[in-house]
C-alpha cells in the first residue's frame, strides 16, 4: 500500500512510520524537520523535508497519489499555542483543510488523523472519557486540533472522503524530546539519567492516562482497513499519578534524588482517562504493553542513545 505520512521525522509520526514498513508497506515521509529529527525517519521510508503547507508538498501529493495519507504533522506545544492562537490555527486546522483537500484530489481511499484525547474534551463531565462526550477545548491547540476533525468531517460529507480519527491519551516511549514543556516520563526520565533533580507540578497526585507509542503505531496499523469514518480514544483507560510516575522512574533508573514540588500548572485538567471500549469493538485494538513494561522499554532507550537538543 503508498502511504503518505507527515510528521514522521516526530516522536509518535516515526513509530508509525516504522510500523507500516514492518507490514510491507511502501512509506513516503513528508515532515519540515521543525521540531523532529532525520534520524527518527526509519531505513525504508523516503523523507521529502517539505512544510505540509507549501506548492512543493502539493506537488509531491499530486505525483506520489497515496492510497492512504497519515497526518501527523502539528504544531504540538500548548504554550506556543497560547501565545500565537494565530499560528496554531494555520498549522493544525488550516494545515489539516489542505492535507484533507489534496487527499480528495488525488482520490487518496482514507485518511488517517492523529487527534488529541488530552485536549480536545477539556475538563471531563464523567470518567473515564467516551467519545459521545462533547467536544469543549480549553487551550487554542485543543480547538485546533478539533477543527482539524470538523474539516476531515466536511471533506467526507462533500467528497466521500473516508478517514479514522485517533484521540491518543499521554504518549510516552522512545525518540520522545525530554526538553520540552511536555512528556513528563520522557523529562523525569532524562533528569534521573543525567542525576539532576525532577520537578513535579503541585501536589503530584493528578491523574492522566499514559500510553506507551508501541500500542499507538499498531492502532494506525489496524486503522489502515478498520475504522471507517470513526472517531475512537487511543488510550491505556487507566490514571496513573505523576507521583507513580516518579517512584516507577526511580525504581527504572536506580535515581534516589527526592522530587522537588513547583506551584501546579495554570490551566492543566488534573483527572482525565479515556474510554477506549468502542476501539475495542469496532478496531479490535485495546493496550496491550502495561505502564511498567513501557517504562523499562523507554529507560533502556535512553539509557542507550542520550537524547538531546
Request: net charge negative; with cysteine; glycine share 12%.
Amino acid at each position: 500500500m503508498r502511504i503518505a505520512l507527515t510528521g514522521a521525522a516526530g516522536f509518535i509520526g516515526s513509530h508509525v512510520a516504522e510500523a507500516y514498513l514492518a507490514e510491507g508497506h511502501r512509506v513516503v515521509v513528508f515532515d519540515n524537520l521543525s521540531t523532529g529529527w532525520r534520524s527518527h525517519v526509519p531505513e525504508g521510508a523516503s523523507l521529502h523535508e517539505v512544510d505540509i503547507h507549501s506548492r512543493e508538498f502539493e506537488r509531491l501529493i499530486r505525483e506520489f497519489r497515496p492510497e492512504v495519507i497519515n497526518h501527523h504533522a502539528a504544531q504540538a506545544s500548548v504554550k506556543v499555542s497560547t501565545g500565537d492562537p494565530v499560528r496554531d490555527l494555520e498549522a493544525n486546522g488550516g494545515g489539516t483543510a489542505r492535507v484533507a483537500a489534496l487527499a480528495a484530489e488525488v482520490g487518496t481511499r482514507k485518511l488517517i488523523y492523529s487527534g488529541s484525547g488530552g485536549t480536545v474534551y477539556g475538563s471531563p463531565t464523567e470518567l473515564p472519557i467516551s467519545e459521545t462526550q462533547a467536544p469543549h477545548p480549553e487551550s487554542p491547540y485543543g480547538l485546533s486540533k478539533w477543527v482539524g476533525e470538523q474539516y476531515i468531517h466536511l471533506f467526507h460529507q462533500l467528497h466521500g472522503l473516508d478517514f479514522t480519527i485517533l484521540r491518543y491519551s499521554n504518549a510516552f516511549g522512545p525518540r520522545q524530546d525530554p526538553y520540552g514543556e511536555a512528556g513528563v516520563v520522557a523529562i523525569f526520565t532524562a533528569k534521573m539519567l543525567d542525576g539532576t533533580t525532577c520537578t513535579i507540578d503541585g501536589d503530584g497526585e493528578q491523574r492522566k492516562d499514559y500510553l506507551y507509542v508501541g500500542d499507538i503505531a499498531r492502532a494506525n496499523v489496524l486503522a489502515l482497513d478498520r475504522g471507517s469514518a470513526g472517531t475512537y480514544n487511543i488510550g491505556a483507560g487507566v490514571p496513573t499519578s505523576v507521583n507513580e510516575i516518579f517512584r516507577a522512574l526511580q525504581a527504572a533508573t536506580g535515581s534516589s534524588l527526592p522530587a522537588r514540588h513547583g506551584p501546579p500548572r495554570v490551566g492543566d485538567v488534573r483527572n482525565f482517562w479515556l474510554d477506549c471500549s468502542l476501539a475495542k469493538r469496532e478496531l479490535g485494538w485495546e493496550a496491550t504493553t502495561s505502564f511498567d513494561q513501557g517504562i523499562e522499554l523507554t529507560v533502556a532507550a535512553f539509557r542507550k542513545q542520550q537524547v538531546t537538543r
